[in-house]
């Protein structure tokens, strides 16, 4: 890797062009001027996998069900799934009501202060609890995500692969250098707001960039080769047949999925995994069929 500055000269111009217009990403939470740790954490969760201009309408409502850290702990999972609904990867929001349960129950109450109890916390990773960290508390924490690492990697010349999750240290490490220890919150969001604007991973305006005059990469126009980034492999398809069954009062059978795999904890129609969709001809078993109903004893005090 290589770096034609040597020194932090840019970093200030960095902090004048972001830090002082704020960012997309603060104006979810720091738009009542306040830095809660628990609105953060919301909004970071959020965050992931997901576009700002998608979250804001999310988080805003979340917020009103759930004020609380105590309310998020104590929520009903119907409730909790509805508000998330929409967002997808409902495993994040199930963590972090188990994460709330923790406060609850090891930190009395207390969203924790420190990045190690934050990291504690149940699905926060390190990128999460540093960003809690610096934007809450003021820790010089890094929040290494992949919008600071596209930013590194063009900055430095940096010849790793961005997706490969060991290299991740190498990233860390760079920030933990880097990072404004007067400021560590918005170095951090500046930073990220940088990676998903200006150096976004596609259709980047570099010359629209603060750090353009000592970035490798731009100076030494390879540009076009960072980041480093292997295709993701594949992905696996998995084919389910619905089974859909209804009564003569118009009820269908539903199960409850307690599996771990997709659409964990959630209702729906019982599924069959099969190698392959069929032709629709042979589709028989799914065909619509009627059957004379059979009692079978007393049905008095049963449903369907």
Known sequence: MACPCGKRRGFSLLEKSYWLGMTKISEIYLGEGTRIPYHIWVSEIMLQQTRVDTVIPYYKRFLEWFPTVESLAIAPEERLLKAWEGLGYYSRVRNMQIAAQQIMNEFNGKFPSTYEGISSLKGIGPYTAGAIASIAFNLPQPAVDGNVMRVLARLFEVNYDIGNPSNRKIFQAMMEILIDPNRPGDFNQ?????????????????????????????????????????????????FLNALVVQNGRGQFLLEKNESEKLLAGFWHFPLIEVDEFSKDEELNLFNQVAEPSMQLGSITSRKF
């Open 190 to 238: 500046a930073l990220m707001d940088l990676g998903s604007d200006i150096e976004a991973p596609v259709n980047p305006r570099p010359e629209d960039s603060p750090v353009k005059d000592f970035s490798a990469a731009y100076q030494n126009g390879t540009m076009d080769r960072y980041p480093i980034k292997a295709p993701k492999k594949k992905p696996v398809p998995i």
